[in-house]
């Protein structure tokens, strides 16, 4: 029972990381380099925390079950497949900005529910110990969502004015850049 749970947050990494990649792609497609790197980081470490719940199935169970992996988060093609980005207006591209953060804080939400769901459920099957790594989980889906939000309604306070987005891409790219590089991947894997 506890390996199926399991297996469905693994699952949902597997589409988290796709739609990361997808969404740190748009960045890129619009030139926004803060924003960029922010899910080049959140695929990094999610990829990791991928792979410990994995390993910690195999290794806790002894099975090994099947990964779900889709094959897009259908996101980039809708959004960027019909477009050159040497050619986008201002519009076009204030456009794509707002979609990427509501489907990013959407995703956010729903992946929020969903491990909340499955770590009550491994606590009333009395399994602990993947509760616990479970609410780790959830801990820092949390953290992700409050920093989000903080980011949105930045965003909104400012009417998404361009130029204000532009001009604070410098310092959040080194910021997240500096957090890639900090990530001692190895560490995370089990
Ligand atoms: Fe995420």
Do not use: C
């Not at 959140?42 to 002894?62: C, P």
Request: proline residues 2%.
């Amino acid at each position: 029972m506890s390996e199926k749970l399991l297996q469905k947050i693994v699952d949902n990494f597997h589409q988290a990381t796709i739609l990361h990649g997808e969404l740190a792609s748009a960045m890129w497609f619009i030139g926004l380099q803060g924003y960029a790197y922010l899910h080049e980081l959140q695929y990094a470490e999610e990829h990791v925390a991928l792979r410990k719940v994995k390993n910690y199935i195999i290794k806790t169970y002894g099975i090994y079950l099947p990964d779900n992996i889709p094959a897009s988060a259908n996101l980039a093609v809708p959004l960027l497949g019909d477009k050159n980005r040497r050619e986008l207006s201002q519009d076009e591209t204030v456009k794509i900005l707002k979609e990427a953060w509501r489907v990013y804080e959407r995703w956010e939400i729903d992946t929020l529910k969903l491990y909340s769901g499955i770590a009550v459920e491994l606590f009333d099957d009395k399994d602990v110990a993947a509760h616990n790594l479970v609410s780790d989980i959830v801990n820092e889906v949390k953290h992700e969502l409050d920093n989000i939000v903080d980011i949105v309604m930045e965003l909104d306070a400012h009417g998404w004015d361009m130029p204000q987005v532009v001009a604070d891409q410098q310092s959040l790219a080194e910021e997240y850049k500096e957090k890639l590089n900090e990530l001692r991947l190895g560490d995370g894997l089990v």
